[in-house]
Each structure stands twice: as C-alpha cells, then as structure tokens.
C-alpha cells in the first residue's frame, strides 16, 4: 500500500472525484468546456495530493498539496456556476458542497500538519 492510500483525505478527494465523474456522465446540457474543466481539477486535486504525499522534501509537499486545495477551490467554483444555471438540483449541490468543503479543511490540516 502506497503511503497516499492511508489517508483519510485521499479517500474523501478520491470519492469526490467518482461522485463528480458519475454526475457528469448523467448529466445533459452542460457547456463541454465546464465539463473539461471541472473533470481536469477535480481530477488534479486527486492526483497532486498523491503526488505531494510522495514527495521528500517538507516544502515539495506543501506545494502539491497546495495545489490540490486550490484545485478543489475551482471545483467548487464550477459547481456554484452549474447551480446559477440551474443545471444541478439543491440537494446534490449541497452534497458536493459539503464534501469539497470537508475536503479542503482536510487538505489544509494536512498542510499544516507538515513541519
């Protein structure tokens, strides 16, 4: 087992990442260019957390994990953007809500957690 996996808040992007994928491929008239780009940061929030957590130096590490806050930002940005459209309904604008702002409180005690 890789030293990414046993983390909790690797298992929270991860699912997020599934969930926002899953709701994607159900869902009709979304812009393709939000859709690109939600599934690019969502994905990039998985990826540079994994890739921070190997990382060897205490500063290479804060600087993916960094970036994968700020890519969970962005999701979040884009999820308000479906939702002024109304191309997303309340309760599972809420769910995703919640889970991105689970996720970014995680990362950040990660972040702070590296000395």
Do not use: P
């Not at 990442?17 to 998985?46: C, H, M, P």
């Not at 890519?71 to 604008?93: A, G, H, P, R, T």
């Amino acid at each position: 087992m890789f030293d990414f996996e046993k983390l909790d808040v690797y298992r929270v992007v991860r699912n997020l990442n599934a969930e926002v994928y899953t709701f994607i491929n159900k869902s009709k008239g979304i812009d393709k260019y939000i859709i690109d780009q939600w599934k690019r940061a969502s994905l990039s929030s998985v990826l540079n957390l994994s890739e921070g957590v190997g990382r060897m130096s205490k500063a290479d590490k804060k600087h993916f994990i960094t970036i994968s806050r700020g890519s969970i930002f962005e999701c979040v940005s884009i999820l308000q953007i479906i939702y002024d459209l109304k191309l997303i309904n309340e309760e599972s604008y809420n769910e995703l809500y919640s889970d991105y702002e689970k996720a970014s409180k995680m990362l950040l005690g990660l972040f702070r957690s590296i000395e």
